[in-house]
């Protein structure tokens, strides 16, 4: 409750990030006495519109998400927000930070700091690509090639951008 209330106080709309167990959705939530709306939302399968073929629960993916959810948010005037992880431990490089980073990075004014975020080639999904390459009968279940994902990765990217 004390966290809430803090996060409330600041009267700037809330970037509230979820994980499930196949995909990932953030949701930007203004505080009304009346009860909290959502001005915008973006899910991690809506990323398949835009040519994105990997599994939707990693870093790339969310990531990913984090341009979208501010792609949206600026159609709707939103420039800043407070990250609201809800329960989940804060992890330096985890999912949750890489899709801070990419909303971040997509135009929304998020004030966090760098060491917590992951490094530029986890975003892209490097270490994914590495390791298929040792042991790709892990990969038989992706729906494109493990060795592709860093390529899909930034035609997605250039797509949500632009």
């Known amino acids: 409750y004390s966290k809430r209330l803090r996060l409330l106080s ?13 995909n990932i959705s953030a949701q930007i939530i203004q505080f009304y006495p009346g009860g909290d709306k959502t001005i915008v939302s973006a899910h991690s399968r809506e990323l398949l519109k ?14 990913l998400v984090g341009l ?4 949206k948010g600026r159609e709707k005037s939103i420039v800043e927000a407070i990250p609201d ?19 971040r990075d997509g135009g929304l004014n998020i004030n966090i700091d760098e060491e917590v975020m992951p490094d530029k080639r986890r975003i892209e999904g490097q270490h ?7 042991k790709k009968e892990r990969f038989s279940k ?7 994902l860093s390529n899909n990765f930034n035609e997605t990217k250039k797509k949500l951008i632009g």
């Open 10 to 22: 600041s009267s700037k709309p809330r970037l509230v990030i979820r994980k499930f167990l196949r």
């Open 50 to 63: 835009y040519g994105y073929k990997a599994p939707r629960r990693n870093l790339p993916t969310a990531y």
């Open 68 to 71: 979208l959810i501010a792609r």
């Open 85 to 103: 992880i809800g329960f989940y431990p804060s992890v330096k490089g985890s999912v949750i930070f890489s899709l801070i980073g990419g909303a």
């Open 128 to 134: 994914i690509v590495e390791y298929a390459t040792k």
């Open 142 to 148: 992706y729906q494109i090639d493990p060795i592709e």
